[in-house]
């Protein structure tokens, strides 16, 4: 087996380990720079099917891992050197968990009878993620033995699978090693033979989805006033996960209350009932009353809405939750009830017959196609560049397929506000696990890196916070087009009471940090443009360039962009009665 590196143990073990993970899947592993890991390193340099792809800094390769792993559905690994090289995984670690994307960690390590001893670059890292990994180990140090290879096979092989089910999310594993770290010989030199049938069976491992329900629909649901609500959702098949979410809504006749970042609203024809406007249409709070419901069943996270949430909070409908992970989903602590399995599942093992139109259907269906009209009038009307009309157009140009990371902060309020459904089957992404600005450029990378051109939709301090993810550039195969809404500063703030209070908003809160973006691009070798116009916008996005990547400027006044939300979002349905 000319994968099996024999040189010396720890190149043994390595390569052991790297082959297991190359049978069962894995594609790519990211690799940070450091000694303590050269045994990893060269493994996966070396691993035929598997790309391995060196970042400096640890943060942007961990996000850049995630955003890869997000795309893919499978693990992605993780590879840095001892001492503080892991910690700076943990906040794409914490993403990673609280938005079930599957990582496998791996922190090398220094030998235990070089710990606690100040050996340089040595510090505890066992349970270094504290509780957010699914699952954590150390593993044994390296020894030429076929019983501890043995266990190390299936010990990865019990990693990946605890990475994927019952719910995705990070497994970190740390791996001690001694010396001689580079392809020496050591003291424990070896004519070990490998069995031909060592690695039998294991890509033909089943690793089955532990949820099979099989329901009868709940009695409550068989009413007139229910509603369906789409939330934060990224599936693995998005036309089925849509087409299952219609086939509900047709049988009971709900609407379907759609986020921004669901792929609902890009698979529009799918689905009659859609309503995308729910939070314009709620702040009209004569609407919100009429439209009270006596039954939700929400799928997946609820939206990012605030008013969506504040209304659910006053109505207390019955609520049932559709997902299959063991997760608690609701942060209103309603009158709950958990169904642990997916929608494709539910729809496929339950039985009804499909109910008649009702009035509280049809005035859904009304106020969605009144509120949508006032947008797209006022939207066309808009011509000065402003934040909230980039979510709005990129969601009628956008070529079909698109996959866009959508950052956080004000990007994906706007997305909420302002997407319009449509049929062009754009892919949204986006870490609303923790909902933090970390590490958007890396993730944004990675779910670009090998795939369709793709679009980040960005905020400046977003950016900035990540600008080491440039970084990538040299590594990166592909093309994504950075959608920036410079306001020099915070805009979100601008929508809370403190921008009131001065000082010390601006400092603290606001954040201006007066970049000039053409000089940061040009530093990393980054094209950069600055769009003046929503025509010039237009024209940069249909088609879209196939490799590189490329900053698309938008200049705006934060204090304007937020003046403008204040005034108008609740007049879209202020005149409807």
């Known amino acids: ?34 000694s303590r890991s050269t045994p990893l390193a060269i493994a996966f340099a070396r691993q035929e099917g598997i790309e391995a792809i060196s970042i400096l800094d640890e943060r942007s390769a961990a996000f850049f891992a995630l955003g890869i792993a997000r795309k893919s559905k499978l693990p992605v690994v993780l590879v840095c050197t001892s001492g503080t090289a892991g910690a700076n995984f943990y906040p794409a670690v914490i993403e990673a968990k609280e938005s079930r994307v599957p990582l496998l960690v791996l922190t090398c390590d220094r030998p235990p009878e070089l710990r606690d001893c100040h050996s340089g670059q040595t510090i505890d890292q066992l349970k270094l993620f504290g509780t957010y990994p699914n699952w954590q180990t150390e593993l044994a140090l390296p020894v030429a033995d076929l019983g501890m290879l043995a266990y190390l096979r299936q010990t990865i092989i019990h990693a990946w699978e605890r990475a994927l089910y019952p ?82 809504s047709k049988l009971l006749k709900f609407p379907v209350l759609a986020e921004g970042l669901s792929p609902v609203r890009n698979y529009a024809d799918l689905n009659p009932y859609l309503i995308s406007t729910y939070d314009l249409i709620l702040r009209n709070r004569r609407l919100a009353q009429k439209l009270q419901p006596e039954v939700v069943i929400q799928i997946g996270e609820l939206p990012t809405s605030k008013e969506l949430r504040t209304w659910l909070e006053s109505t207390q409908p019955q609520r049932w939750i559709i997902d299959p992970s ?15 399995t997916s929608i494709e599942q539910l729809v496929t093992s ?17 106020l969605e196609a009144q509120i949508r009209a006032n947008i797209d009038r006022v939207m066309l009307e808009i011509k000065p560049m402003i934040e909230c009309k980039a979510a709005w157009l990129l969601s009628n140009i956008l ?136 025509q010039q916008l237009e024209q940069k ?37």
Request: hydrophobic share 40%; charged share 15%.
């Open 1 to 34: 087996m000319n994968t099996i590196d024999s040189r010396n143990t720890n190149l043994l073990f390595a390569s052991i380990l790297t082959e297991t993970l190359k049978r069962l899947g894995l594609t790519t592993a990211i690799i940070c720079p450091g």
């Open 167 to 248: 719910v995705a999310g990070v497994v970190h594993l740390n791996i001690p090693f001694r010396d001689p770290l580079v392809p020496l010989p050591n003291s424990n030199e070896h004519n070990l033979q490998i069995p031909d049938d060592f690695f039998a069976g294991i890509s033909d491992r089943a690793l089955a989805n532990i949820n099979n329900y099989v329901c009868e629909f709940p009695k409550q649901w068989d009413c007139d006033r229910g509603i369906i609500i789409a939330g934060v959702a990224q599936p693995e098949n998005p036309r089925e996960y849509v087409s299952a979410i219609a086939q509900l």
């Open 326 to 340: 063991n997760h608690n989903l609701d942060p209103l602590h309603g009158k709950t009830t958990h169904i642990r």
């Open 350 to 366: 339950c039985s009804l017959q499909p109910k008649k139109f009702s009035d509280y259907l049809n005035l859904w269906c009304d």
């Open 399 to 534: 070529p079909q397929n698109t996959p866009i990371f959508i950052s956080n902060s004000m990007p994906v309020r706007d997305v909420e506000f302002f997407w319009q459904p449509s049929n062009f089957n754009v892919q949204p992404f986006f870490n609303r696990g923790a909902n933090g600005i970390d590490g958007t450029l890396s993730t944004a990378l990675g779910i670009a890196h090998r795939q369709q051109s793709s679009i980040l939709l960005t905020g400046d301090l977003a950016l900035l916070h990540d600008t080491n993810g440039f970084l990538i550039n040299n590594k990166f195969v592909g093309h994504l087009t950075i959608i920036l809404i410079n306001n020099n500063g915070g805009g979100i703030f601008e929508m809370l009471p403190i921008s009131k209070i001065a000082p010390p908003f601006e400092e603290f809160f606001a954040t201006p940090q007066n970049i000039n973006f053409q000089g940061l691009c040009a530093t990393y070798n980054i094209e950069h443009e600055l769009i003046t116009t929503w």
């Open 541 to 577: 996005l249909n088609p879209l360039p196939s490799t590189g990547i490329r900053v698309l400027e938008l200049q705006t006044n934060r204090k304007l962009d937020a003046k403008w939300r204040q005034e108008n979002l609740g007049k879209f349905a202020a005149d409807i009665i």
